[in-house]
């Protein structure tokens, strides 16, 4: 029990890390013209996902309530003047006991909706994600956009999303930038 209490901390708090780095990112990163897109390998070597530029890469620990660690790495790349594409891995101490995957994307998700009063979910619905079972989601607040999937493999999370203004959403380039995403391991 104290395991799953602490997993279900570590995604609260990751989804509140996440938001407040990417404010911090927005604010600072934005790309100049997009050549091309190019696959890029995570420093772990788990996966690899094409990005519309070289992405900014932050590394972050948090310590959970029982002493262990989370460990995330988020990739964040501009999309020209539209958004950002990110992809984040965070890796829990220990993997979750099977069948708990989804209520832990759902604790995601709801994190992400709760983290802003204006936040709405328009909408949330298994996938199949590479063999794996993951979600895909929408949340719309004012005149922004957080369009996801993620999916949960063992100990690792892993949640690839494009965020913007919603009049720039272009749900192609999205996808593009989904299926992309591989597993290497």
């Known amino acids: ?9 570590g995604i609260w708090i ?11 990112f927005r604010s600072v990163v934005h790309a100049e013209n997009i050549s ?37 790495d988020m990739y964040l790349a501009p999309l020209q003047d539209k958004g950002v594409c990110l992809l984040l891995i965070a890796t829990y101490p220990a993997a979750l ?13 709801r994190g992400i909706v ?11 619905e298994k996938a199949q994600i590479k063999g794996f079972s993951g979600m895909n989601f929408l949340v719309q607040s004012g005149s922004n956009y957080f369009r996801g ?3 949960m493999v063992g100990n690792k999370l892993f949640l690839i999303a ?4 919603r009049d720039a959403r272009e749900e192609n380039t999205f996808l593009r930038f989904v299926k992309s995403f591989q597993f290497t391991k």
């Open 149 to 151: 999937q993620a999916v």
């Open 36 to 72: 091309g897109w190019s696959q890029i390998y995570s420093k772990t070597g788990d996966c690899s996902i094409a990005f519309p530029s070289p992405p900014q890469i932050v590394e972050q620990v948090m310590d959970l309530s029982d002493g262990k660690k989370l460990f995330y």
């Open 1 to 9: 029990m104290k395991n799953g209490l602490a997993k279900k901390t």
């Open 14 to 24: 990751l989804a509140i890390s996440l938001f407040m780095t990417h404010v911090f």
């Open 162 to 165: 494009m965020e913007g203004k």
């Open 114 to 124: 709760k983290h802003h009063p204006e936040n709405e979910l328009v909408f949330a």
């Open 97 to 109: 006991a099977p069948g708990f995957e989804a209520a832990s994307i759902e604790g995601l998700i």
